[in-house]
């Protein structure tokens, strides 16, 4: 499902399971996650605050990053390519990416529908495969 800002699935299971399948399936349209953000745990140790599950995951796409880069440098603000998984109930954990094409709409002068449609359907896939 698509929020206009992000691409959005919501699943059953263990949080940290669904953490490793998104992760898995993410891998299986090419993209690494270079960056794995505990949200809980920082909002713990930094505030001494209680928060729900919440993990945002930096993941790139080498080529797809690539051929973007090469028509603008700017384009580096907007990556890597967030995605989200939190647990808004026990066992009811929602994965959400942000969506390349919402985000690149944003850089003038420089045409990236084509860059962003790849990235896009790459995510979509990724999450629907939840």
Request: some cysteine; overall charge negative; glycine content about 8%.
């Amino acid at each position: 499902m698509s929020t206009g800002l992000g691409i959005e699935k919501t699943v059953t299971g263990a949080f940290d399971d669904v953490v490793e399948k998104t992760i898995t399936t993410l891998k299986g349209q090419g993209f690494g996650v270079l960056t794995d953000i505990d949200v809980k745990a920082t909002l713990k140790e930094k505030l001494g605050e209680d928060f729900i599950n919440y993990r945002i995951l930096g993941a790139c796409n080498p080529p797809i990053a690539l051929k973007a880069l090469r028509k603008s440098y700017d384009v580096g603000l907007m990556m890597p390519c967030n995605v989200v998984v939190y647990e808004k109930a026990e066992g009811e954990i929602t994965v959400s990416a942000v969506s390349p094409k919402a985000l690149m709409a944003n850089v003038e002068g420089v045409d990236l529908a084509d860059v962003a449609d790849e990235a896009e359907e790459k995510l979509t896939t990724a999450i629907n495969a939840l």
